[in-house]
């Protein structure tokens, strides 16, 4: 018995759009997730990674064993950092946030630290001289003239960070990597397609908001040149 001429799903092509109406409940759930899982894991390394920055900033004995350990933590394969964060989190979307996180420190980390080291030490001392103490140096001088670099890294991370969640599908917790891995285990094509081309489509939104973002928040390069 042959499929019907107008059915692609019966046909399994690799572009269906009655694979898009029939599941799009599917579709925006795993977008949902996703995307939280992008979000959270990206915030939280975020928050971790401007005090580590910090540090080593401040102290200069600290800036290479927090470089170290940010990179090798970097080099670790996927599998594996899930393997080794699976006894404390087990098989929850925080195993995935938690891996997202570490791996992202790197990123994080070295681009803040670029930034802050990249302000002049005049600018710094011309601050001083205003009567600006060191919380108020650092949140209205160094923070935002090193907020390009910063803004770098955090793109880098964001887009990494949204190809990265597909691998929580091992877990079930992969946003879109499930609907990939599912449909590649039973070869569904419009779903590989789809799930796919939407991580594509997330990375790149994802990194034109920032480099919107950084536009709208660092005015003065674009005045300068």
């Not at 997730?33 to 540090?55: E, F, K, M, N, R």
């Not at 990939?180 to 397609?193: C, R």
Request: net charge positive; glycine share 8%.
């Amino acid at each position: 018995m042959t499929a019907p001429p107008d059915d692609c799903l019966a046909r399994n092509e690799w572009i269906c759009g009655a694979y898009l109406s029939s599941r799009r409940h599917i579709l925006w759930d795993a977008v949902v997730q996703h995307l939280q899982l992008t979000v959270v894991s990206v915030l939280i390394g975020l928050v971790i990674a401007l005090p580590l920055a910090l540090a080593a900033r401040r102290w200069g004995w600290a800036a290479g064993p927090v470089l170290g350990v940010t990179t090798i933590l970097y080099t670790v394969p996927s599998l594996a950092m899930f393997s080794l964060l699976l006894p404390v989190y087990g098989l929850s979307a925080s195993l995935v946030v938690a891996g997202l996180v570490l791996y992202s420190l790197t990123l994080l980390v070295r681009n803040i630290l670029a930034g802050l080291r990249a302000v002049p030490e005049e600018t710094r001392q011309a601050a001083r001289g205003m009567g600006y103490g060191p919380v108020r140096l650092l949140l209205a001088v160094e923070l935002p003239l090193a907020l390009p670099a910063a803004m770098a890294g955090l793109r880098i991370a964001t887009v990494s960070a949204v190809s990265l969640v597909t691998i929580g599908a091992i877990v079930g917790y992969g946003g879109l990597g499930n609907l990939i891995y599912s449909g590649m285990n039973t070869y569904f094509k419009a779903q590989v397609l789809t799930a796919s081309v939407l991580c594509v489509v997330i990375a790149v939104a994802a990194d034109l908001l920032l480099l919107l973002a950084q536009r709208l928040l660092t005015p003065w390069p674009r005045r300068q040149s």
